[in-house]
């Protein structure tokens, strides 16, 4: 595979570390309050991304079993506990006064990775070379982690990365992968990872404590349901 089908994915890197860099000088300027107004704003806007995105299910029993089961297999795996000593290890290296750092991290790499623009884009791109799907919604996470990354931190920066490994993996998997553009697995992939998202929501807005990186195997048990379902029709 060649980089020069990997353009999407590297126009959204790009336009995800330009828009977090000017959120950070952005945020560096606001006081305190404003900040704390932000904050909430974003946690109410997440709130919004994830309700839109979780309507989008045609099988809810799906979404229910996927987190469900999701969160078992996280737990089990004690995700939440190693994510969050590895992004403690970097906010120490990167940003010790960056409190909001594994939550600005996990929010945007789920609002950038989650959904019908990743998918459908990344796999058009790998099979055809066509990344104007891409192009779009690099503009669009631009804009986004400038407004995330102002409230919450660098830690929407290094969104950046699951952008490339996830939004290229798909892109070079293209060929194998090409069953999920099914309209069934983009919208059942899509209402779960909306409400992991609303799961977010609450933790910004300090409401509930939720773990949502160990709900994050959810993401693979909601397309494989859907196949299963799909043997029985």
Do not use: W
């Not at 309050?33 to 979780?54: C, D, E």
């Not at 790499?109 to 058009?124: D, E, H, P, R, W």
């Not at 830690?155 to 490994?165: C, E």
């Not at 509930?208 to 029709?233: Q, R």
């Amino acid at each position: 595979m060649k980089i020069s089908n990997l353009s999407g994915t590297i126009v959204n890197v790009i336009t995800v570390l330009v828009g977090s860099g000017l959120g950070l000088l952005l945020g560096e300027k606001l006081p305190e309050r404003f900040k704390n107004t932000v904050i909430q704003a974003i946690g109410i806007f997440t709130f919004l991304i994830g309700t839109s995105m979780m309507l989008k299910a045609d099988n809810f029993i799906i979404v229910f079993l996927a987190l469900i089961v999701g969160g078992i297999t996280g737990e089990a795996l004690r995700l939440e506990e190693g994510l969050n000593t590895l992004t403690e290890r970097l906010r120490k290296k990167v940003s010790p006064n960056s409190p909001h750092f594994t939550e600005g991290f996990i929010t945007a790499t789920l609002i950038f990775c989650v959904g019908a623009m990743t998918v459908v884009g990344s796999i058009q791109e790998g099979l055809t070379g066509d990344a104007t799907l891409l192009y779009t919604k690099s503009v669009m996470d631009g804009i986004t982690s400038l407004t995330l990354a102002s409230g919450l931190g660098i830690g929407v920066m290094f969104s950046a990365v699951s952008v490339f490994l996830i939004q290229g993996g798909l892109t070079l998997l293209g060929s194998s992968l090409s069953f999920l553009m099914g309209a069934s697995y983009i919208n059942n992939l899509t209402s779960t990872g909306g409400l992991l998202i609303i799961g977010l929501g609450f933790e910004i807005l300090g409401i509930k404590k939720i773990k949502v990186v160990n709900l994050l195997p959810a993401l693979i048990y909601a397309p494989l349901f859907v196949y299963i379902v799909s043997l029985f029709k």
